[in-house]
């Protein structure tokens, strides 16, 4: 278990186990060489094993090593125990057991996920390990206590000899415990670390995929908008022309013109909104920092007449009304604006029925400017939302603003979006982009003038 700050470390990899097998036939054969050598030097005088017994040692040494990453515990244990027989019985091996089992503690503190075990494990060995120094220490001690040069002052030979002893003993364990320790933090932090970037990577592409999907969303928005209105006109039109071509050959051909003008006037739309998502900077582009329009072929406020009257020549007699002082509106929300009252009228031209009338009213007020809709269409019993009410309600929020739609009492569909205005700094020379200069009743047709009216416009697609 790791600590609940740092999260484990990887296990070893198949490249680092085969690395602990290199590293115990390199212990193996250093081992053999050192007892071979340490044999020849008598490093333990009469009292020195035989060097076949080395060479056993140096396989018990050397093999548990070979598996130290995989069970370090055990290893530990193992190679100490194989060290504490070597020196108790004098085998002519000294310095491969020590690095040995410096390696072997080293490894427990390094790769042993079970913390707990590990430390217990190590305190163990050291704890046995100066214990048994301890009692060497006390074993030499009575030996030489009748040599007159060990009690001739505090610091004799011999007792210089066992300070030494301890004090190489504690930076021995002193060291493999604190590397151990080191180890395991650092590649548990490099693991969290590692761990930290594939996340970053998979919200990075969760993010890219949610953005694809937005566009796509706000594509389909935008082509709604723009193809639903003018195939709409067009099919209303192209209707009428066929009932009045036989009677009323003029007539048709006016209306043919309608539909030939709708079609035209798509085509252009799309061309525009098509140039508009090739650019870099996104669909914003054609909006000024001050939030006027530069493009002139996008739509505004000021385009609320014309749509006015295209909803009339459609079969829909609609009237414009300004209320109010007109006052600089962003581009992006003159945008919005139009849309929605374009989705509107669509809608009122599918589903109002024969014999109905639509109003558009443009509202300024000292902070909102309001944007109503309504249709005098027959009853509806039940409003189905579809992608033009959600379109609506996105362009409403996307402004900043709110929109209620739904039924009215006196009969047909009202939708009505009040926007909070965002006041440019003035400029001169600069007009305002309002819907229409002045307030006044235009278009043709009548229509419905009751503002309190509870609900609003038609069956969305």
């Known amino acids: ?36 050598l340490s044999s020849i030097a008598g490093v333990y005088g009469d009292e020195q094993a035989p060097l076949p017994l080395a060479v056993g040692y140096a396989f018990a040494l050397a093999a548990p090593l070979a598996v130290r990453r995989r069970w370090p515990s055990v290893v530990a244990v193992l190679v100490s125990l194989a060290y504490f027989v070597a ?24 790769w042993s996920t079970d913390r707990r075990r590990a430390a217990i494990v190590r305190i163990a060995i050291i704890i046995g390990m100066f214990a048994w120094l301890l009692v060497v220490m006390y074993r030499d001690a009575i030996e030489q206590a009748d040599d007159a040069e060990v009690m001739a002052g505090a610091f004799s030979p011999f007792l210089a000899y066992m300070l030494i002893t301890t004090m190489v003993n504690v930076l021995y364990f002193g060291g493999a415990y604190y590397f151990g320790e080191r180890a395991w933090a650092s590649a548990a932090q490099r693991a969290a670390l590692e761990q930290r970037t594939l ?31 003018h195939v709409s006109v067009m099919g209303v039109q192209a209707g009428a022309a066929r009932a009045v071509i036989d009677r009323d050959p003029a007539a048709a051909k006016t209306l043919l013109a309608g539909v030939e003008e709708s079609a035209r006037e798509a085509i252009r739309d799309l061309r525009n909104l098509l140039e508009t998502l090739r650019a870099p900077e996104g669909p914003d582009a054609a909006t000024a920092p001050d939030g006027s329009i530069d493009d002139p072929s996008t739509v505004g406020l000021d385009d609320l007449d014309a749509l006015a ?22 581009g992006v929300v003159q945008v919005n604006l139009y849309r929605i ?35 005098t269409g027959r009853a509806v019993g ?21 929109i209620d739609t739904g039924p009215r009492e006196r009969g047909g569909f009202r939708v009505r979006v009040r926007v909070p205005i965002a006041r440019p700094a003035a400029q001169s020379g600069t007009p305002a982009a309002s819907g229409t200069k002045g307030s006044g009743t235009k278009g043709s047709g009548t229509g419905p003038s009751d503002a309190d009216a509870p609900a609003a416009g038609a069956i969305a697609l």
């Open 1 to 36: 278990m790791g600590t609940p700050d740092i999260p484990p470390r990887p296990r070893p990899t198949a490249r680092e186990l085969r690395g602990d097998i290199v590293l115990a036939v390199v212990i193996l054969v250093g081992a053999v060489f050192s007892a071979a």
């Open 87 to 110: 020196v108790t019985l004098h085998i002519p091996e000294i310095y491969v057991g020590n690095i040995a089992m410096f390696i072997a503690l080293y490894t427990v503190g390094a």
């Open 199 to 229: 996340d970053l990577e998979r919200e990075r592409e969760l993010t890219g995929a949610q953005a694809v999907a937005l566009d796509r969303v706000r594509i389909a928005r935008e082509l709604h908008d723009v193809v639903a209105h």
């Open 309 to 330: 009257t295209a909803s009339t020549s459609a079969g829909l007699p609609t009237t414009m009304t300004v209320v109010g002082d007109p006052v600089p509106i962003a």
């Open 382 to 402: 039940a409003v189905s939302p579809g992608l033009g009410h959600l379109g609506m309600r996105e362009r409403a929020a996307a402004s900043g603003g709110t």
């Open 341 to 375: 009252a374009q989705e509107a009228l669509t809608n009122a031209r599918r589903h109002a029925g024969t014999g109905a009338t639509a109003e558009v009213r443009l509202r300024y007020a000292d902070d909102t400017v309001e944007l109503e809709i309504t249709n």
